[in-house]
């Protein structure tokens, strides 16, 4: 049997932070193609953390910056680029060769997807033909 905690002593269960760690990994070349603007990126956890804090709850909510919106965490073309040569070591070509992949599964995905649409008609057309085939030859036969 499980008893509330708020039964036994009266008063409501509480939750308390007291430090919080914030871990920074830096970026590496991605493999999702998913990038729209440039090649993918991703966090490069083969390497470990590049910075490691630690701080009280209190001081983390006071200080932190505020809440970014989807587009501002949209990184530019130039902001990948920024990560993966200057500051991850990558070359130009790796770069520009990786984000050629992305692009060249992201066809493939949608050409997959098309294909796929138009085979979903082709089969309703012929399991629809199917079955008027079966009405046609049971009012014949039966």
Not at 54 to 82: D, G, I, N
Not at 90 to 109: D, G, M, P
Not at 121 to 131: A, G, I, L, P, Q
Request: with cysteine.
């Amino acid at each position: 049997l499980i008893t509330n905690p708020q039964t036994i002593s009266g008063v409501p269960p509480q939750v308390q932070f007291k430090d919080v760690e914030v871990l920074e990994f830096p970026m590496t070349l991605g493999i999702h193609p998913s990038a729209t603007t440039g090649p993918p990126v991703m966090i490069d956890w083969s390497s470990g953390p590049s910075q490691n804090r630690s701080t009280t709850f209190e001081e983390y909510e006071t200080t932190r910056a505020p809440r970014r919106t989807r587009r501002q965490l949209k990184l530019s073309l130039r902001e990948r680029h920024a990560i993966l040569v200057k500051e991850a070591g990558f070359s130009f070509e790796e770069v520009k060769n990786a984000w050629q992949e992305a692009l060249t599964i992201r066809k493939q995905r949608r050409e997959t997807l098309e294909r796929g649409l138009a085979l979903m008609k082709v089969d309703e057309v012929w399991e629809s033909t199917c079955r008027k085939f079966n009405r046609a030859v049971d009012f014949t036969f039966g």
